[in-house]
């Protein structure tokens, strides 16, 4: 089901930049359908693209443990599904942070002035309150992890501050996005081993470039309204060179994406994955039309099988090491 416009979505107590037959508007009250709004309940596709590095990262660890003989399949999972509620609940309280940060310029854009902060319909109170539940949730799972990811998880909240004003005086907010968005490619590696190594470095700047890319695709839905706010980005700054900037972004991606690898010593699976990665980047960039912004949103939210296909090919590589 598509979006409604701005006027029907205040009036159903649905936003107009989400689809409004999402099961929040099924199972949840209506007197909660705010806060799942302004946590983006409704827009999975965020928490996402937060978790993908988280299972590399985890995945890529898992191989190097299972090569030494260390490996352990039970924690591994274990990892897998804390990343799940970390991701939700992290990529919720950005979201709110960003929202409080946001709302007057939000009001201004046709895209997202029926959100609940800037239409009315919830309280900035409200959404700090929400905010702190959300981000206590976070910490509850940080804290499942040795004290080294504990407190590499904590720098990285410096960045999630910043990020919402990034737009505001650089044309790069989509890197500063790209900084906070990827910080799982060392959070998984760090719950394994508690340190770090050239490997997930290497994949947390491969995960960077690839959020900088299909960020920049998101973005071109609002460049209009952007510059008509004195809203900064990468898809203004890009403009009609976008598909250029994404060829050398999604590169970068495949290139630092297999230094990792080489690092880790995966196996064929694992590169058979990102070279999959690699063909479907490719058909994003082959198809994308910057003036059209539902096909844009379509790309943006394809990326979410960009990540599948990486991590299904690492652990693949995980088992064949293992048979």
Not at 4 to 29: F, H, I
Not at 94 to 115: E, F, K, P, Q, Y
Not at 121 to 136: C, E, K, P, S
Request: proline content about 4%.
């Amino acid at each position: 089901m598509t979006a409604p416009d701005s006027e029907t979505a205040r009036l159903s107590g649905r936003v107009a930049d989400a689809p409004s037959g999402n099961w929040v508007y099924r199972a949840l009250p209506r007197r909660l359908w705010p806060f799942a709004q302004v946590a983006r309940w409704d827009r999975p596709i965020g928490w996402q693209l937060l978790m993908w590095p988280c299972w590399w990262s985890a995945a890529l660890a898992a191989h190097v443990a299972a090569e030494a003989g260390l490996w352990s399949p039970g924690l591994t999972l274990w990892h897998l599904v804390l990343f799940v509620v970390g991701s939700i609940a992290m990529r919720g309280a950005g979201c709110t942070w960003n929202d409080l940060v946001d709302h007057r310029i939000d009001a201004m854009v046709a895209r997202t002035r029926s959100r609940p902060l800037p239409s009315g319909v919830l309280t900035r109170r409200a959404a700090y309150v929400f905010l702190v539940g959300q981000a206590l949730l976070g910490l509850g799972v940080l804290v499942q992890f040795n004290s080294f990811t504990v407190l590499l998880g904590m720098s990285s909240l410096a960045i999630v501050a910043v990020y919402p004003f990034a737009k505001r005086f650089t044309h790069w907010p989509q890197l500063f996005l790209g900084l906070a968005f990827s910080w799982g490619a060392l959070m998984g590696w760090a719950g394994l081993f508690g340190t770090l190594s050239s490997a997930p470095v290497l994949l947390y700047a491969a995960a960077v470039l690839w959020t900088i890319g299909y960020d920049t695709i998101y973005a071109h839905q609002d460049k209009e309204d952007d510059a008509l706010v004195g809203v900064k980005s990468t898809a203004r700054l890009f403009d009609r060179d976008t598909t250029r900037w994404l060829m050398a972004l999604y590169a970068l991606f495949v290139v630092f994406a297999g230094l990792a690898f080489y690092q880790a010593g995966v196996g064929w699976p694992a590169w058979l994955g990102l070279f999959a990665s690699a063909a479907m980047l490719g058909w994003q960039i082959r198809v994308l039309d910057i003036d059209d912004p539902e096909a844009c949103l379509r790309l943006f939210k394809a990326n979410s099988r960009v990540g599948l296909v990486v991590f299904v090919g690492l652990i693949a590589a995980l088992a064949t090491a293992e048979l």
